[in-house]
């Protein structure tokens, strides 16, 4: 890919996404799933970031396994998703957004190093 170039996309159906300077970042979700493994590159491009509001109000959502990688998760990422219950993040992961898990009152986060 060229350097500058952006581009925006979907993914499988539901996964929606933005390259930018070989930066991916996941965008949103338009599934129903209650288990989701975000993937860890699309393309060939790895995922680094988790933009915001990226699955705000997913009310569907109980289980979020986030690749080893992904170093960014964004501001209201994973907001008012009711029914979460669990976010496995990487070692990889330096930044969480301000109220990246507002709401989700079940929510545990799980680190594997």
Known sequence: MTEGIYKE??????????????ILTITGYTGTASRIDIPAS?????????????????YSLMYVAIPEG??????WAFSFCNNLTSVT???SVTSIGGSATD??????LTVVA
Not at 9 to 20: A, D, T
Not at 70 to 75: A, K, L, M, S, W
Not at 103 to 108: E, G, I, P
């Open 42 to 58: 699309i393309g060939g491009v790895a995922v680094k970031h988790i933009g915001s509001q990226a699955f705000l109000q997913k």
């Open 103 to 108: 709401r989700d009152s079940q929510l545990v």
């Open 9 to 22: 996309g979907i993914y499988k159906n539901v996964w929606e996404y933005s390259i930018q300077q070989e």
């Open 70 to 75: 992904v170093e960014t998760i964004g501001d």
């Open 89 to 91: 993040l990487p070692a």
